[in-house]
């Protein structure tokens, strides 16, 4: 008799659990509010005139100075708002936040802030909207930042900034020493044997050698600054020539002597930049953002260092470029106020803004020569050299691979200095022959 | 106060009265307190490095000196930035936290009953099923919900589930139902069987055994098991990193996982360790009031 | 068969009248989202792992071919077939392989450190008669704290110029890819869980009582022997249960790897690792397979311990007491030549609780 009724009970406790279960999803469901996920097709002829609200998705904004832009177009454009998704400061991060999104053919990120060496994985894959020459104009802008928005000789996104690298060098030391700032290898070595004897805890050189992207800029870098490419004219691979191994060799061989310290095969950029503020090197290869750091009052190089483009084998190096640009999702709707929006960001005001504020080195090649903004940043001509001179990275559709190859390559000779880079570079040579086809 | 002080002496003066104290004794109890002193230094000393380090100046953040110098709560200011939106992440941690703890506590409790005091068929197979669930790689499981929370999953559209609070708890329940399954049916088990016999006699229905005799006495371990699932959910990082994709749904720690410095490639460790202070130190204050409570739960639980 | 045992003890035990239905009923909200979030999800990584997104590139365009195509087990045999090779500590060999080694070499060092030391503190504490309590309280920070705020104060602490080379007076480069950043993360790990075994081996040694240890005194037994004699067989059981989960859990290890040292390394990198870099790298199939791969891997290391240590990890007595009355019927069917006997199977009746 007990039993039935037991029965009953537990029926009914299991439907309140359930019940209960469907209330708090429910209201929790309300409580978030999903992002407005556009099912548009991914169309091949975009609609350009619609317009409406769109999402604009990029890391960190560490000096605000986007949100206020963005707050300025919103006044302006009361029916075509832009709502900012700030993503996080780690690169790999905003990339797989993206595609993640892409994969669920979801447009909830209007625009994307797209690094230069995932334009051709994005594009290739058919998340990105090609950009008509008539809607997007790219005259002035920097050839190698243009070039690297495009894939198969169509843009598919509008560059938003660029990048160089810089070998800063500790001017003070220097001309104590009376020498000048290097061109070349052989130089800076020289003006590291007559400088650091009276030096004591400061080594010749740093860059950025942990395993991660980086490692592959100063790779790269080295390599064409030898005079060899990771990738031939025609889009071979020609990494184990003569003059990469060269290139890679030099790093080692820095390894090798001291002249580069053995803790920089942990760093990272914030790493080395500290230790150059440091005085624990002499000359440091890095971004444009550390010049406005180092040049703080809390600085202690403030006013002892300058720029110089980085050295080469013979010559002045090549650097690797960076840089961002504004790509438009496949599948989101407001193409049209995605367009009016990126053009209205890449006003040349608003670059200098950028610029002035925020120290993001501009697309736009006329104000790299803009004398309030070199009297403000000494670095720009500078800096223009070196992204006028830069290499892009491979641009392949499995980047990821790619660049984990060649960190795979370059890290293993420099972590132990009795690998051989010939070796490495061989089989560098064999992956990337199969990676890129 | 004297009274108490006359009291422990007198015990002292019994006690040393006692011939027992030779060298080997004080050999042994000295090596008992080394051993203590040892104990305590190896689970303290990296906590006190990660508090030392959020005391710091933020420009100071890699600094190595043992004590701050200058010390400087700047760093929690910085943890509530608005950009940060530590608040609205640890409100998001507490309704995960405890909303997945009452359901677990719901579901399992009745599992776990069933699990200790019933016979049935296949009751071999139900435990190695929660028990295998235990064993699961957590990344086995989030790629396919994060595809099926898309809503991009044909026939299953409507579970277009993401940054919302359910997304966030319910496969969070794959780890913290066993658990709690796991805990409570061992906690069941403990209890005598006689006493819900003795209140069957009595007239009570199995039910009303088990809501009248058995809940009462296992709400000691109910309550263990909520502190360790509610721990076990609130320190979740994957579950949380896939789901919780926007700010406003971050949980504390993929908040602390995200934080940037004051410019590019910054890391700003001494804002990142104090986050973890923060999301740490209530946890600590939980587990040091109930440490007895918890110790006898993961005892019985043996789980994790 | 335990319904059938169920029915035949039916009058001797009051709490057994026709407990399925209700065990049903109690179990069914567990097992339907267990179902719904480890069920599913299976299903979707089993099929997932036939697959294979298609990757081939359209010389025209330059546009990846769409779509997903039906590979059989080739996400399982590429391991060997056509292996991607990588240099990490075990020479160069499949990174699939490499990563596997790892996990086995962590889960083994890791664990071996953790009880070492787990089964000390709690020797300690057993000996303390004063400050039980502060050490107790001690030993659960390093249980509270986040394994990713974890991750973060370590890899502070492993700087070039960190603390840790501070204090041992040499500069080793922990965070480097090498042998030194696999000791990293083992010490990392062992910090966070030895604790941990010692909480566990503390309980296990509570309940042995004082007069075995003063018999075996009277007996003349030494310190060592009194250990490896009644202490370890006595706390084994807790022990064996404890060191199991924390080999299950260790040997899905992502958190310390991922957040210290980070991806790409071959010398930490987990077969947990190996699979979120698989599928960062729009490679879902390998994923999936990596993932099941290291799910059997868990399964067979639950079982060996089952099987080897006696792990008790079901702990229901009805439990084994079926399966212990099955073998017997078994032996004593084998040894009478019949089958009949297993026919009137019934399972001596008792409590479920011990």
Not at chain 1, 129 to 147: C, H, I, R, S, Y
Not at chain 1, 210 to 232: D, H, P, R
Not at chain 2, 194 to 213: H, I, R, S, Y
Request: aromatic share 10%; with cysteine.
């Amino acid at each position: 008799m007990t039993q039935p009724r037991t029965t009953r009970r537990v029926i009914a406790a299991a439907l309140s659990v359930g019940a209960l279960l469907a209330t708090a999803a429910c209201s929790s469901g309300t409580a978030a509010s999903p992002a407005a996920s556009g099912s548009a097709s991914a169309a091949t002829g975009a609609n350009w005139d619609e317009t409406g609200p769109i999402t604009y998705a990029q890391g960190k904004d560490t000096s605000g100075n986007l949100k206020a832009q963005i707050d300025q177009w919103n006044k302006e454009n009361p029916n075509e708002q832009v709502t900012f998704r700030e993503l996080s400061d780690n690169a790999d991060e905003q990339r797989s936040e993206m595609i993640k999104r892409a994969q669920a053919k979801s447009g909830e990120f209007t625009v994307m802030s797209v690094d230069v060496v995932w334009t051709s994985e994005f594009a290739a894959n058919g998340w990105l909207t090609e950009l008509p020459a008539d809607k997007f104009n790219t005259t002035g802008f920097l050839k190698a930042a243009v070039d690297s928005a495009t894939y198969f000789n169509k843009l598919y996104a509008m560059p938003s900034s660029s990048d160089g690298a810089l070998l800063y060098y500790r001017k003070d030391l220097l001309d104590k020493a009376g020498v000048q700032a290097p061109t070349t290898w052989d130089e800076m070595q020289q003006a590291c044997d007559k400088v650091l004897p009276g030096q004591s805890g400061m080594s010749c050189y740093g860059g950025q050698f942990q395993k991660y992207e980086g490692l592959t800029c100063n790779f790269a870098e080295a390599v064409n600054s030898a005079g060899g490419a990771i990738l031939g004219e025609d889009g071979k691979p020609t990494v184990n020539s003569a003059e990469a191994v060269a290139g890679l060799t030099w790093m080692q061989n820095g390894f090798k002597s001291g002249m580069i310290p053995k803790e920089a095969i942990t760093w990272k950029e914030e790493e080395s930049r500290q230790a150059f503020q440091t005085g624990k090197i002499l000359f440091l290869r890095n971004w444009p953002y550390v010049y406005n750091l180092a040049s703080a009052k809390d600085s202690k190089v403030a006013g002892k260092f300058d720029v110089a483009p980085i050295p080469g084998k013979t010559g002045p190096g090549v650097s690797t470029l960076g840089g961002h640009s504004y790509g438009i999702s496949a599948f989101a709707k407001n193409k049209g106020t995605a367009m009016k929006w990126i053009n209205w960001m890449l006003r040349p005001e608003n670059q200098k803004d950028q610029l002035l504020k925020a120290s993001s080195a501009p697309v736009l090649e006329s104000l790299y020569s803009d004398p309030e903004l070199v009297a403000k940043f000494g670095y720009l001509p500078t800096l223009l050299k070196s992204i006028q001179n830069a290499k892009p990275r491979p641009k392949a559709v499995a980047y990821g691979d790619v660049t984990l190859a060649i960190q795979d390559a370059a890290y293993a000779p420099l972590n132990d200095v009795r690998k051989s880079p010939q070796t490495a570079l061989d089989d560098l040579q064999a992956k990337l022959t199969t990676l890129i086809k | 106060m004297s009274t108490a002080q006359a009291h422990v002496t007198a015990a002292e003066i019994a006690e040393l009265n006692k011939p027992k104290r030779d060298g080997k004794y004080w050999a042994g109890s000295i090596a008992g307190i080394v051993g203590m002193a040892f104990i305590i230094i190896y689970c303290i000393l990296p906590f006190y490095w990660m508090i030392v380090s959020s005391l710091r100046l933020p420009s100071d953040g890699r600094s190595t000196d043992f004590v701050p110098n200058p010390a400087s709560i700047e760093n929690y200011v910085a943890v509530f930035a608005p950009q940060n939106m530590f608040g609205q992440a640890v409100l998001n941690s507490l309704i995960v936290s405890t909303t997945t703890t009452v359901l677990t506590l719901l579901f399992g409790i009745l599992a776990a009953y069933a699990l200790a005091r019933l016979r049935f068929a296949a009751k071999g197979i139900v435990l190695s099923i929660i028990i295998a669930c235990s064993m699961f790689p957590g990344i086995t499981l989030v790629i396919p919900l994060f595809k099926l929370f898309s809503g991009n999953y044909p026939g299953f559209e409507w579970l277009n589930w993401m940054n919302t609070y359910q997304a966030l708890v319910i496969p969070t329940l794959s780890f913290g139902l066993p658990l709690c399954v796991w805990n409570l049916t061992a906690f069941f088990r403990q209890l005598p069987v006689e006493l819900e016999q003795a209140a069957m006699v009595d007239g009570c229905t199995p039910g009303q055994a088990f809501a009248k005799v058995i809940l009462p006495l296992a709400a000691p371990g109910v309550f263990t098991t909520a502190i360790i699932t509610f721990i076990a959910v609130w320190n979740d990082y994957m579950i949380a990193l896939q789901f919780g994709t926007t700010p406003e749904m971050y949980t504390s720690v993929v908040a602390l996982s995200k934080f940037t410095g004051q410019y590019g490639y910054d890391t700003p460790w001494g804002t990142i360790m104090a986050a973890g202070v923060l999301i740490t130190v209530p946890l600590l204050v939980a587990v040091l009031i109930f440490q007895r409570r918890i110790v006898a739960g993961l005892t019985a639980g043996g789980v994790k | 068969m335990a319904d059938s045992s169920a029915t035949t003890n039916k009058k001797k035990n009051p709490l057994s009248d026709g407990q399925g239905t209700l065990a049903a009923l109690l179990i069914s909200p567990t097992m339907a989202v267990i179902l719904f979030v480890v069920g599913i999800p299976i299903l979707m990584s089993l099929r997932e792992s036939v697959f294979r997104k298609n990757s081939g590139i359209d010389p025209a365009t330059g546009m990846v071919a769409q779509g997903e195509s039906f590979v059989g087990l080739q996400n399982f045999t590429d391991i060997f077939a056509n292996p991607t090779l990588v240099t990490g500590n075990w020479g160069t060999i499949d990174r699939l392989l490499n990563s596997f080694l790892n996990t086995t070499w962590f889960t083994i060092i890791c664990v071996l450190f953790e009880t070492a030391l787990g089964v000390a503190m709690a020797l300690i504490m057993a000996k303390a008669f004063r400050g039980k309590g502060l050490v107790r309280a001690a030993i659960l920070v390093p249980w509270a704290i986040p394994t990713v705020v974890s991750a973060k104060m370590w890899g502070l602490i492993f700087d070039a110029d960190g603390v840790m080379n501070k204090v041992i007076g040499h500069q080793i480069l922990w965070l480097a890819d090498g042998p030194q950043s696999q000791w990293a993360i083992i010490i990392a790990d062992v910090w966070k869980t030895a604790p941990f075994i010692g909480l566990l081996t503390l309980a296990g040694l509570q309940t042995i009582p004082a007069e075995v240890y003063e018999a075996a005194k009277v007996d003349g037994a030494s310190a060592w022997q009194q250990f490896t004699r009644i202490t370890l067989p006595m706390v084994k059981p807790a022990l064996v249960v404890a060191v199991l989960f924390r080999t299950l859990d260790t040997m899905r290890m992502f958190d310390l790897p991922a957040a210290m040292i980070g991806f790409g390394k071959y010398y930490v990198e987990t077969v947990s690792v190996l699979a979120y870099v698989e599928n960062n790298n729009l490679r879902y199939g390998s994923a999936a397979a990596y993932s099941i791969i290291l799910f059997i891997y868990i399964v067979f290391v639950a079982f060996l311990f089952v099987r080897l240590l006696g792990a008790d990890v079901v702990g229901d007595e009805e439990v084994k007491a079926i399966a212990a009355q099955r073998k017997r019927q078994k032996a004593a069917a084998k040894a009478a030549g019949t089958k009949a006997a297993l026919a009137k199977s019934t399972v001596t009746s008792g409590s479920a609780s011990s």
